[in-house]
């Protein structure tokens, strides 16, 4: 997608929406900063964003101790004695 300054636009108004109607969409950027994006009136809309997991939609919750679940389980395996992990 193509990236027009300001200035440009204005210039070239006319063939940039005729342009855009084709399905050319393109930004318009003021001092190199994306501000604007053009497209045609028909274009299809942006997909929705999806919550991705397969428990997501039953209120699946982390618990509060999430980082702390099985600690001492994970230091017998690995034979760690509490002095060690600190």
Sequence with gaps: MKTINIHE?????????EDAAKGESFVI?????PMVKVMALNAP???K????GFM?????????????????EIEELFGLDEDETK
């Design 29 to 33: 950027a003021k001092a190199g900063k």
């Design 49 to 52: 964003m999806r919550r991705l």
């Design 56 to 72: 997501k939609d039953i209120g699946t919750t982390i618990p509060d101790n999430f980082n702390e679940m099985f600690d001492r």
């Design 45 to 47: 809309e942006p997909k």
């Design 9 to 17: 636009a204005k210039t070239h108004l006319s063939s940039l929406v």
